[in-house]
């Protein structure tokens, strides 16, 4: 069982930069692959970029690719998602996932191939 726990999250204005947090209760980066999702008020969560078991790279959705970037921190066993240049189109609730059973090198991309989630954390960009 993995718990995951997002922060980072807040009221930002266009342009702004902002990191997210996940925190793991357990060692996951050699063991599961992570991902980040979103979800705004009346759409479906959607992901935004993810990292393969043992960081063996990392996959962003085009609507953020170029803005956002993914990293990890083994010892502290958490999660982040640097957020640059925001938009006000990606205001959404920002959660975290791992998935265990991957093989290297895979990254997931759909909602369903995740097995642990966070609670999620409030991104929202406006002026």
């Known amino acids: 069982q993995v718990q995951l726990v997002e922060s980072g999250g807040g009221l930002v204005q266009p342009g702004d930069s902002l990191r997210l947090s996940c925190a793991a209760s357990?060692?996951?980066?050699?063991?599961?692959?992570m991902g980040w999702f979103r979800q705004a008020p009346g759409k479906e969560r959607e992901f935004v970029g993810g990292?393969?078991?043992?960081?063996?790279?990392?996959y962003y959705a085009a609507s953020v690719k170029g803005r956002f970037t993914i990293s990890g921190d083994n010892a502290q066993n958490t999660l982040y998602l640097q957020m640059n240049s925001l938009k006000p189109e990606d205001t959404a609730v920002y959660y975290c996932?791992?998935?265990?059973?991957?093989?290297?090198?895979?990254?997931?991309?759909?909602?369903?191939?995740?097995?642990?989630w966070g609670q999620g954390t409030q991104v929202t960009v406006s002026s």
């Open positions: 996932a791992a998935r265990g059973r991957s093989s290297i090198g895979t990254i997931h991309v759909t909602v369903n191939d995740y097995d642990y």
């Open positions: 357990v060692r996951t980066f050699s063991t599961y692959a």
């Open positions: 990292i393969s078991r043992i960081g063996g790279g990392a």
